[in-house]
């Protein structure tokens, strides 16, 4: 079945560290975006990438980094200088249309501890 | 800017009631909106995407219309089921590049 994977599901980091989480999807989509997710609040743009070797910076990039080195996969780093990193990541796909639909993984929800 | 509002924040009905829920945007220049569905500590999945060129979307159950001039979107659920209680979140897609602009969603409890 064509989809968005997210992994993994649940992830906790120490003060200080970063982690990456990983999105891969199998529907041949050239785009691919990161949103956070926090309660009472819309899901806010963090990077997309409409094309591989070329992402851009959302509205809450600070923080965040991410790569595109295969069409099929968008990892997204939290760094250490992000400072309020505890939400829920999701991770998204569309064709290269702007009136496209989007496609959204299950989601990663990161908790500082 | 782009704003997405969503009223209700939360709806409680019975199990077989016709419900209505509204989105409004302030800028009527986009080129679609998606109707979204998001259970407790899951994903979205998408339930309907409206064209900007069209008025309305079915799914079964589901219509959605959008009237761009006045900014408004409505998402009807006919009939409804417990199995449709879930956060409902509306989005649209405004010029410049590709992204998304979420409202903060309905939480509806359908009960039996």
């Known amino acids: 079945d064509g989809g968005i994977t997210q992994s993994p599901k649940y992830l906790f980091r120490k003060e200080g560290q970063n982690v990456t989480l990983s999105c891969e999807q199998n529907?041949?989509?050239?785009?691919m975006y990161w949103y956070r997710q926090d309660p009472g609040q819309g899901l806010r743009l963090i990077y997309y990438?409409?094309?591989?070797?070329?992402?851009q910076k959302g509205d809450i990039a600070e923080g965040y980094s991410v790569s595109r080195e295969k069409k099929e996969s968008f990892p997204l780093t939290v760094t250490s200088a992000q400072k309020n990193p505890t939400a829920f990541y999701l991770c998204?796909?569309?064709?290269?249309?702007?009136?496209?639909?989007?496609?959204f993984g299950q989601g990663t929800r990161l908790t500082v501890v | 800017k782009q704003e997405v509002t969503q009223i209700p924040a939360a709806l409680s009905v019975p199990e077989g009631e016709n419900l209505v829920l509204n989105c409004s945007f302030t800028?009527?220049?986009?080129?679609?909106l998606q109707w979204f569905r998001q259970d407790p500590g899951k994903g979205l999945t998408s339930l309907l995407l409206?064209?900007?060129?069209?008025r309305e979307q079915t799914s079964g159950r589901l219509n959605a219309s959008l009237d761009k001039s006045s900014g408004r979107s409505t998402l009807y659920i006919a009939a409804s089921q417990p199995g449709d209680s879930a956060t409902y979140l509306c989005?649209?897609?405004?010029?410049?590049?590709?992204?998304?602009?979420f409202g903060t969603g309905t939480r509806l409890l359908v009960s039996p």
């Open positions: 998204a796909s569309t064709i290269r249309d702007r009136s496209a639909e989007a496609f």
């Open positions: 529907l041949n989509h050239d785009a």
């Open positions: 990438s409409q094309i591989v070797n070329d992402f």
């Open positions: 800028d009527s220049a986009i080129y679609n």
């Open positions: 409206i064209q900007s060129s069209q």
């Open positions: 989005a649209v897609s405004p010029p410049g590049f590709q992204k998304l602009v």
